[in-house]
């Protein structure tokens, strides 16, 4: 079966950055669009970053612009996120995620089949 898992996260100071990385394994990775999303402590998971599977479409967060970017390598089944010029609100739980639909780059948690378990991210003040 599908499995994702990601790593990298870690504790940075503000201002700082982090790369976190998904591996795909169980299925062929260029078969999906891949998400970032976060959850931090009391609040809703919310949508980060998406990539198509060659990478020709990307979205992001509004909120996020500017600071973080997610990329892919296909022959590593693995995609990453790049994030630059950490804020303690950054503080988060990071997942990634599979979607089927593989050309689309949607914010929709519903949109993705398959989950990591989280790698965590705290950024101190």
């Known amino acids: 079966q599908v499995q994702l898992v990601e790593s990298g996260g870690g504790l940075v100071q503000a201002g700082g950055s982090l790369r976190l990385s998904c591996t795909l394994s169980g299925d062929t990775f260029s078969n999906y669009g891949m998400g970032w999303f976060r959850q931090a402590p009391g609040k809703e998971r919310e949508f980060v970053a998406a990539i198509s599977w060659s990478a020709d479409k990307t979205h992001y967060a509004d909120s996020l612009k500017g600071r973080f970017t997610i990329s892919r390598d296909n022959a590593k089944n693995t995609v990453y996120l790049q994030m630059n010029t950490l804020k303690p609100e950054d503080t988060a739980v990071y997942y990634c995620?599979?979607?089927?639909?593989?050309?689309?780059?949607?914010?929709?948690?519903?949109?993705?089949?398959?989950w990591g378990q989280g790698t965590q991210v705290t950024v101190s003040s």
């Open positions: 995620a599979a979607d089927l639909s593989r050309s689309l780059v949607s914010y929709y948690r519903g949109a993705y089949e398959y």
